[in-house]
């Protein structure tokens, strides 16, 4: 006979156990797009500690739309290389032009960052970062409801030595600094130039503030690149430039 407070109470523990467990990280990622979840990917497997905070309901961020809600996305051949590392598929339409299913390449993507080891909670956003001398020490989290019903909760923090801004167009997480003068305020994405864009975009992730890291169009946003519509070989490339830069410096 299956006993309804026994199934709440095995939700209620283990997610309690499972946030407890991320209270201190070594790496937050705020937003599970195609950026993100590479870096996670990569970190977890690495034996970072490693918690994803997303604030829908499922992870991808813009992955899912395609093109104008077409959903199938193109790689170019080095963002190919890493689809195939995630066992996911392309078929090569034009020369050097992959067209990849959407949501093949989100479930994908989410699976092997989940088998790796990146914990990923979600409805649950960063509506603010900790700072502690002169360094980004974590995030201030709520749900993503808490928000919208503009309730007046207060929020917690998670602590970690690295955070990551994927919040793809927001640059939510950097904003938060910018808007407070600590960091240069957000350029703003530029025009679209796809050849640009790609470039820029992994040319840009990196670190913008001691503990903070930018990925994804984060990183465009903030320091100006062109937008490069619905090519995602930069975001992939992207979340790989940051695992490093972050291993290297947690790991020097
Ligand atoms: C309006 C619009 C315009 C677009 N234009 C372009 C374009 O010009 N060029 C282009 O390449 N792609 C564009 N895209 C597609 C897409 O956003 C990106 O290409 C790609 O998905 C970006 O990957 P990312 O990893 O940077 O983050 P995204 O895929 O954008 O994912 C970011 C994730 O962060 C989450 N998030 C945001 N804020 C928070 C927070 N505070 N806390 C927790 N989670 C948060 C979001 O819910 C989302 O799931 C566009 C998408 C939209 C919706």
Same mark, same amino acid.
């Given at each position: 006979?299956?006993?309804?407070?026994?199934?709440?109470?095995?939700?209620?523990?283990?997610?309690?156990?499972?946030?407890?467990?991320?209270?201190?990280?070594?790496?937050?990622?705020?937003?599970?797009?195609?950026?993100?979840?590479?870096?996670?990917?990569?970190?977890?497997?690495?034996?970072?500690?490693?918690?994803?905070?997303?604030?829908?309901?499922?992870?991808?961020?813009?992955?899912?739309?395609?093109?104008?809600?077409?959903?199938?996305?193109?790689?170019?051949?080095?963002?190919?290389?890493?689809?195939?590392?995630?066992?996911?598929?392309?078929?090569?339409?034009?020369?050097? $032009?992959?067209?990849?299913?959407?949501?093949?390449?989100?479930?994908?993507?989410?699976?092997? +960052?989940?088998?790796?080891?990146?914990?990923?909670?979600?409805?649950?956003?960063?509506?603010?970062? +900790?700072?502690?001398?002169?360094?980004?020490?974590?995030?201030?989290?709520?749900?993503?409801? *808490?928000?919208?019903?503009?309730?007046?909760?207060?929020?917690?923090?998670?602590?970690?030595?690295?955070?990551?801004?994927?919040?793809?167009?927001?640059?939510?997480?950097?904003?938060?600094?910018?808007?407070?003068?600590?960091?240069?305020?957000?350029?703003?994405?530029?025009?679209?130039?796809?050849? +640009?864009?790609?470039?820029?975009?992994?040319?840009?992730?990196?670190? *913008?503030?001691?503990?903070?890291? *930018?990925?994804?169009? +984060?990183?465009?946003? $903030?320091?100006?690149?062109?937008?490069?519509?619905?090519?995602?070989?930069?975001?992939?490339?992207?979340? *790989?430039?940051?695992?490093?830069?972050?291993?290297?410096?947690?790991?020097?």
């Amino acid at each position: 006979m299956l006993d309804e407070a026994e199934i709440s109470q095995v939700i209620i523990e283990s997610f309690s156990q499972k946030l407890i467990a991320h209270l201190r990280n070594d790496v937050v990622i705020v937003g599970g797009g195609p950026s993100g979840l590479v870096l996670g990917e990569r970190l977890a497997r690495a034996g970072f500690r490693t918690a994803l905070f997303e604030s829908r309901l499922a992870t991808g961020g813009g992955v899912w739309g395609g093109g104008m809600l077409m959903n199938q996305i193109v790689l170019q051949e080095e963002g190919m290389a890493i689809a195939r590392e995630y066992g996911i598929r392309g078929t090569e339409h034009r020369p050097g $032009y992959w067209a990849v299913d959407a949501v093949a390449m989100t479930a994908k993507l989410t699976a092997a +960052a989940v088998d790796a080891g990146l914990v990923i909670f979600n409805g649950i956003e960063a509506e603010d970062v +900790a700072v502690k001398n002169d360094r980004v020490d974590g995030i201030v989290i709520n749900w993503s409801l *808490v928000r919208t019903s503009t309730l007046p909760v207060d929020p917690l923090l998670v602590q970690s030595r690295i955070t990551v801004d994927s919040t793809g167009h927001p640059s939510a997480v950097v904003n938060m600094l910018a808007s407070r003068g600590i960091i240069p305020p957000a350029r703003g994405e530029a025009p679209m130039n796809c050849e +640009a864009g790609e470039r820029m975009t992994v040319e840009h992730t990196g670190c *913008v503030y001691p503990g903070l890291y *930018v990925t994804g169009m +984060a990183a465009c946003g $903030y320091h100006g690149s062109s937008r490069m519509g619905p090519i995602f070989g930069g975001m992939l490339l992207s979340g *790989v430039k940051a695992a490093e830069a972050i291993t290297r410096e947690l790991r020097p």
